[in-house]
């Protein structure tokens, strides 16, 4: 258990989230003269934009989560603690937690992410299937393969909607799970059960705008329905979903989908615990932060990642809720908390941006930079795939989906598609 105090002279740098922010900002405080602590309610750092390649058996648990004590324990420096962080008292310097002792702190670094927003959907938090950590892309994929199962056992089911998947939000979560269930549907699935019909398999994506991937240019969002399209997607577009059920899903149309599976890729909403700190929080609950990231009068605070509101000086624009934003920005505070310990000089935060993307499946994927550049096709695929090897933690995670990659490249089969019951 930690303690509230602090016996040690050095100043201590408490970090709050082991996403790609809070561990960004810890691995660069490695050689800081400080006690750094890192606190996340799971003892593991979770890679969220592949976790529908997890959801769809493509990749191993150990690809998509990693040890946080193995990310960072060989830092002499740096402890970690399981602990869900419940406020932050700002003027005594402390975070509380649900299962720890207060702890305060000299440096904080605010980096608890962002969470699913049901916008108030009926049955939504109960029936949904949402993709934003570990738990839930296994218990996807668990849904997936049960409903299979089921529907092999008794062929009524598939009447009633039992394979039937509905895919809520048409950026690029929606749109990549979309593709990858229509692959693992029409691929590996339709050989593992030959005598279930597959012709009543249908894979539906619904976005409540006027197109998918509206943060992409006009090209961009035709390839990717297109894309979509050829892999047997259903695509509704300008109506939303307003009830499910653990059987039907309603769309604000009025009309009434049979499917057991929605998967939820539609919103988020700044960390909750963001609000305990009693400011006027921005757009999606996230915390607007100086050029530095330091939190507007408290300049012992630093908000990373997709909880803080961060402003480009160049655009002008709020930077998307990314893994390579996350990432620098964490880095750059964990810099900025060593120089100022170091009574040096610190800058503020420039974003280099590695370009938002998306893969929709084999062969297919688009990607756009800041400045409007775009790629399609398989040299998208490439990028996307360079980009999101860079942001894996280890050389052993880069490592183990490389090979994971390439053998469902080289033999079409997603080899997780299976389900391990509890005891
Ligand atoms: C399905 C999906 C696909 C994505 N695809 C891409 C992509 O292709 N490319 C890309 O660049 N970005 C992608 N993103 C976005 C990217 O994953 C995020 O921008 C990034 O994870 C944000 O990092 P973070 O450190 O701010 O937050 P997170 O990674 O969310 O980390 C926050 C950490 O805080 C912890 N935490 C939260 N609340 C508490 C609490 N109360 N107490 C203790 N710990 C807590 C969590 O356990 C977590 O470890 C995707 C996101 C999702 C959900």
Same mark, same amino acid.
């Given at each position: ?5 602090n016996?040690s002279?050095?100043p ?13 900002? $810890? ?24 976790l529908?390649?997890?959801?769809t ?9 990693h040890?946080?004590?193995?990310l ?37 670094v ?45 062929? %009524? ?22 593709g ?16 279930? %019909? ?9 976005? $409540? ?27 509704k577009?300008?109506?939303?979903? %307003? ?10 149309s ?25 400011l006027?929080?921005?757009?999606g609950?996230?915390?607007g932060?100086?050029? /530095? ?21 160049? %655009? ?36 280099? /941006? ?14 756009q ?11 998208a ?17 880069r ?25």
């Amino acid at each position: 258990m930690a303690s509230s105090g602090n016996s040690s002279t050095r100043p201590r740098v408490l970090i709050l989230g082991g996403g790609f922010g809070g561990v960004g900002a $810890a691995q660069k405080l490695e050689d800081a003269d400080a006690d750094v602590v890192l606190v996340d309610r799971h003892d593991y750092h979770t890679f969220q934009p592949l976790l529908y390649q997890l959801a769809t058996g493509l990749l191993e648990q150990t690809a998509v989560g990693h040890s946080l004590r193995d990310l960072v324990g060989h830092q002499d420096n740096t402890v970690v603690h399981q602990g869900t962080v419940s406020a932050v008292d700002l003027d005594k310097r402390e975070a509380r937690f649900d299962d720890l002792e207060p702890i305060t702190y000299d440096y904080l670094v605010f980096g608890l992410g962002a969470q699913v927003n049901f916008f108030g959907t009926e049955g939504a938090p109960e029936h949904a299937f949402p993709m934003y950590t570990l738990p839930h892309a296994t218990n996807l994929k668990d849904h997936l393969v049960e409903r299979w199962e089921a529907a092999d056992h008794d062929p %009524s089911l598939i009447d009633d909607g039992a394979l039937n998947v509905v895919i809520v939000g048409g950026g690029p979560t929606g749109v990549e799970t979309a593709g990858a269930i229509a692959e693992l549907y029409r691929g590996e699935l339709v050989k593992d059960y030959p005598e279930v %019909s597959q012709d009543q398999a249908r894979v539906v994506l619904v976005e $409540a705008g006027p197109e998918l991937f509206m943060m992409f240019k006009p090209k961009l969002r035709e390839y990717a329905t297109k894309a979509l399209t050829d892999r047997t997607v259903e695509i509704k577009t300008g109506t939303a979903v %307003s009830a499910v059920s653990p059987t039907r899903v309603t769309l604000k149309s009025g009309e009434e989908i049979k499917a057991h599976t929605l998967v939820w890729g539609a919103g988020l909403q700044g960390n909750p615990v963001g609000q305990s700190l009693g400011l006027d929080l921005e757009r999606g609950n996230r915390i607007g932060v100086d050029p /530095d990231l330091s939190l507007p009068g408290h300049p012992e605070v630093y908000v990373v990642g997709d909880v803080a509101a961060i402003v480009d000086p160049e %655009s002008k624009q709020v930077l998307p809720q990314l893994g390579s934003v996350a990432l620098q920005s964490g880095e750059h505070v964990g810099e900025t908390i060593t120089r100022r310990i170091a009574g040096k000089k610190t800058k503020p935060f420039a974003y280099k /941006d590695k370009g938002t993307m998306a893969t929709i499946g084999r062969g297919a994927a688009c990607v756009q930079m800041l400045r409007g550049r775009t790629m399609t096709g398989k040299k998208a695929q490439v990028a996307w795939g360079a980009v999101h090897l860079a942001l894996l933690p280890t050389n052993e995670d880069r490592a183990k989906a490389i090979v994971d990659w390439t053998g469902a490249t080289l033999t079409h089969q997603r080899a997780g598609r299976f389900t391990v019951e509890q005891s």
